[in-house]
């Protein structure tokens, strides 16, 4: 590969610097938010809402549902179906739903490549747009329907190392990105496609953070697909 001489080395190094991301390494990408067609992510950051962080108040994991349900009605857990999307390599329990094994190869949040075996997972299945977060940020004042699709979309879940999700906790754009700089585009591109799709806003600092992220891959495209926003009415939250 020829390299960048003169301007397009400068390019490439305030690229890297401003996002950690260059043009090749967000063309490869992993999991949903690869899945573009939506439009540039950076033009769509400028549709959201800004507005300051509401209070946690009243939130818990209960509000948005029983975990994992199955709201694709196909008769497996969301849990289950996340791994078998992201995973290489799946294999089941009993020739059912259940993913008894499979590799992450590579997580994006971390670029290391992990063993699932289920019951001794190092895997977490992880809301790129973190339920608390949503809560603060207009959930807490939904019909349950929509909470419960949120935290059961496609669109909004990722296969990842469980170490480096638990240091995610429910930040936003702006006080955790994935330590792995090449995934950071394509992250910041899902968080903007739901918080876009659900009608949730984003702080000041959290909208700069986006732009920040995104002006250094500004083809990356949104993501789209996943669930309908609201989940069938036989599904009720607390």
């Given at each position: 590969?020829t390299?960048?001489?003169?301007?397009?080395?400068?390019?490439?190094?305030?690229?890297?610097?401003?996002?950690?991301?260059?043009?090749e390494?967000?063309?490869?990408?992993?999991?949903?938010?690869?899945?573009?067609?939506?439009?540039a992510?950076?033009?769509?950051?400028?549709?959201?809402?800004?507005?300051?962080?509401?209070?946690?108040?009243?939130?818990?994991?209960?509000?948005?549902?029983t975990?994992?349900?199955?709201?694709?009605?196909?008769?497996?857990?969301?849990?289950?179906?996340?791994?078998?999307?992201?995973?290489?390599?799946?294999?089941?329990?009993?020739?059912?739903c259940k993913?008894?094994?499979?590799?992450?190869?590579?997580?994006p949040?971390?670029?290391?490549?992990i063993?699932?075996r289920?019951?001794?997972?190092?895997?977490?299945?992880?809301?790129?747009?973190?339920?608390?977060?949503?809560?603060?940020?207009?959930?807490k004042?939904?019909?349950?329907?929509?909470?419960?699709?949120?935290?059961?979309?496609?669109?909004?879940?990722?296969?990842?190392?469980?170490?480096?999700?638990r240091?995610?906790?429910?930040?936003?754009?702006?006080?955790?990105?994935?330590?792995?700089?090449?995934?950071?585009?394509?992250?910041?591109?899902?968080?903007?496609?739901?918080?876009?799709?659900?009608?949730l806003?984003?702080?000041?600092?959290?909208?700069?953070?986006?732009?920040?992220?995104?002006?250094?891959?500004?083809?990356?495209?949104?993501?789209?697909?996943?669930?309908?926003?609201?989940?069938?009415?036989?599904f009720?939250?607390?």
């Amino acid at each position: 590969m020829t390299r960048p001489r003169g301007g397009a080395a400068i390019a490439v190094a305030v690229l890297v610097a401003v996002t950690g991301c260059t043009a090749e390494q967000t063309e490869g990408a992993s999991g949903p938010a690869k899945r573009g067609g939506g439009g540039a992510a950076l033009a769509a950051v400028d549709s959201l809402t800004v507005k300051g962080r509401a209070p946690k108040t009243g939130y818990s994991r209960e509000r948005f549902g029983t975990a994992w349900a199955d709201t694709d009605s196909n008769s497996c857990d969301t849990r289950d179906d996340i791994l078998k999307r992201d995973l290489k390599q799946v294999r089941f329990t009993g020739g059912g739903c259940k993913v008894s094994y499979g590799l992450l190869d590579p997580d994006p949040y971390s670029g290391k490549d992990i063993t699932y075996r289920r019951g001794r997972s190092q895997v977490d299945i992880d809301h790129v747009v973190a339920l608390s977060d949503a809560w603060q940020k207009g959930a807490k004042y939904w019909d349950p329907s929509k909470r419960i699709a949120l935290a059961n979309d496609p669109l909004n879940l990722l296969a990842v190392d469980a170490s480096t999700n638990r240091g995610k906790g429910d930040g936003d754009a702006a006080t955790w990105l994935p330590p792995e700089k090449s995934y950071r585009c394509a992250y910041v591109a899902a968080q903007v496609a739901v918080k876009k799709k659900y009608g949730l806003w984003v702080t000041a600092a959290e909208r700069t953070a986006m732009k920040k992220v995104l002006t250094g891959c500004p083809d990356q495209k949104l993501p789209t697909g996943g669930n309908p926003t609201k989940a069938p009415e036989r599904f009720r939250a607390r």
